[in-house]
């Protein structure tokens, strides 16, 4: 099936199976990596996009699905070679350990902090429901995203 879609500002075209899932889409034919698949089983958010600014697993959703959609990835987030607020705050703040989690885990986060600029510690674990972390706890996400809130305030 045809599918027309924009990634990360670029848009592009291609022939795909009807039952290819967006996150293969991402990874075999566009090559970007940074997207991983974790569970398939759509639990643990490692697959984490952005489909017209809503965080979705892209597990969840097939690649026909998002035609016509604006899709962002981990990729899309550094603008001019500078991080995103929330990529710096996960180098500073020590938010990874293996990395593997960690673009799903900033990928929800942006969503995050675009619905509430200014969350609570409890506001950023409830919005983290649904992305899973083998390594750090937690706690140093959690600071990465309030870093990140902290920096958008300024």
């Not at 016509?68 to 996960?90: D, M, R, S, W, Y």
């Not at 990874?96 to 995050?112: D, K, N, R, Y």
């Amino acid at each position: 099936m045809p599918i027309k879609l924009t990634v990360n500002g670029k848009t592009y075209s291609h022939e795909v199976e009807p039952r290819m899932l967006l996150v293969h889409y991402l990874r075999e034919v566009l090559r970007l990596t940074g997207t991983h698949i974790g569970c398939d089983t759509s639990s643990c958010g490692a697959c984490t996009i952005l489909v017209d600014g809503k965080a979705v697993k892209s597990c969840t959703l097939l690649a026909v699905q998002a035609d016509g959609c604006e899709v962002t990835t981990i990729e899309g987030l550094a603008k001019n070679g500078e991080l995103h607020p929330l990529q710096e705050g996960f180098q500073e703040e020590h938010g990874l350990q293996c990395g593997f989690c960690t673009p799903g885990m900033i990928m929800t986060a942006v969503e995050l902090l675009h619905q509430n600029p200014h969350p609570s510690e409890d506001e950023i674990r409830h919005g983290l429901e649904g992305n899973y972390c083998r390594c750090t706890g937690y706690h140093n996400i959690v600071k990465s995203i309030q870093y990140a809130a902290n920096k958008q305030k300024s």
